[in-house]
């Protein structure tokens, strides 16, 4: 086994083996599971709650795992001394990123597959289909948690865990209010805040290019134009973000 497939699957058996991530997981059940008690009081139509819940429910509760597992792994392999056994083999600091990362996607892809089984099993129940909407934005979702992680890896590359993660936070936030803080920005009687503005703007990940669940909820139909410019601009910003993260770990000195 290669040394890239190799810390692939250790990074996913770390992940499967952490507790935080069970409860996670485990409360992202209770939440799709408990969609069905509001569906029944709900006076909207019951299909459109179940899919507003559930989906909203798999972003909030994977979105909160992609930013602990991105900023906290490289700082408990630096806190366990384990990076040392890593760096000492002839193994690359890219490989060690790039390994890891794909190891925290797999992790990620497994639930998200759990949770939209569950989300199926759900509307079957009630007799509605898995829409084709419902399967673009559970496959954005997956694009976007990709794009957080690699921020998070790039914020953890130089910075501790609780910083990386406030971090990543931040930006989480800020990236699904960027098309705001343009307008604002536009808006502004001042063309130094304006710039400011554009800067954030275009330096911030436009998460919201990734959601789909108003499209999925309102049965709004998604052109497979839009879809694949968003997916590609996410691709490019997660290969950024992700260089970043090789660049400054590899300047970065263990002792």
């Known amino acids: 086994m290669n040394a890239f497939a190799a810390l692939t699957l250790n990074g996913f058996r770390e992940a499967r083996r952490n507790r935080v991530t069970l409860l996670i997981a485990g409360f992202a059940l209770v939440l799709l599971l408990c969609s069905t008690l509001l569906a029944d009081v709900s006076i909207a139509s019951i299909e459109r709650v179940l899919v507003?819940?559930?989906?909203?429910?798999?972003?909030?509760?994977?979105?909160?795992?992609?930013?602990?597992?991105?900023?906290?792994?490289?700082?408990?392999?630096?806190?366990?001394r384990t990076i040392f056994m890593?760096?000492?083999?002839?193994?690359?600091?890219?490989?060690?990123?790039?390994?890891?990362?794909?190891?925290?996607?797999?992790?990620?892809a497994v639930l998200l597959l759990a949770m939209a089984a569950i989300f199926w099993v759900e509307l079957a129940l009630f007799g509605y289909p898995m829409r084709a909407q419902y399967g673009v934005a559970i496959a954005a979702?997956?694009?976007?948690?990709?794009?957080?992680?690699?921020?998070?890896?790039?914020?953890?590359?130089?910075?501790?865990?609780?910083?990386?993660?406030?971090?990543?936070?931040?930006?989480?936030?800020?990236?699904?209010?960027?098309?705001?803080?343009?307008?604002?920005?536009?808006?502004a009687q001042s063309a130094f805040l304006t710039a400011i503005a554009k800067g954030v703007y275009y330096l911030?990940?436009?998460?919201?290019?990734?959601?789909?669940?108003?499209?999925a909820t309102y049965l709004i139909d998604i052109s497979g134009a839009d879809l694949g410019l968003?997916?590609?601009?996410?691709?490019?910003?997660?290969?950024?973000m992700l260089s970043l993260s090789v660049l400054?770990?590899?300047?970065?000195?263990?002792?």
Do not use: C, W
């Open 86 to 108: 890593i760096v000492s083999k002839p193994v690359s600091r890219a490989t060690f990123i790039l390994g890891r990362m794909a190891g925290n996607m797999l992790t990620l």
């Open 52 to 80: 507003d819940m559930g989906l909203s429910g798999m972003s909030l509760m994977l979105v909160v795992l992609a930013i602990f597992l991105s900023t906290s792994q490289l700082g408990r392999e630096i806190e366990r």
């Open 141 to 187: 979702l997956y694009v976007e948690l990709a794009v957080l992680s690699s921020v998070g890896f790039a914020m953890s590359s130089f910075a501790g865990p609780i910083v990386s993660a406030m971090v990543t936070a931040g930006v989480y936030l800020a990236g699904h209010l960027s098309g705001d803080i343009y307008r604002l920005g536009e808006s």
């Open 248 to 255: 400054f770990f590899a300047r970065r000195d263990f002792k």
């Open 204 to 215: 911030l990940p436009n998460l919201d290019r990734l959601n789909f669940r108003p499209h």
């Open 230 to 240: 968003s997916v590609l601009y996410a691709i490019a910003y997660a290969g950024i």
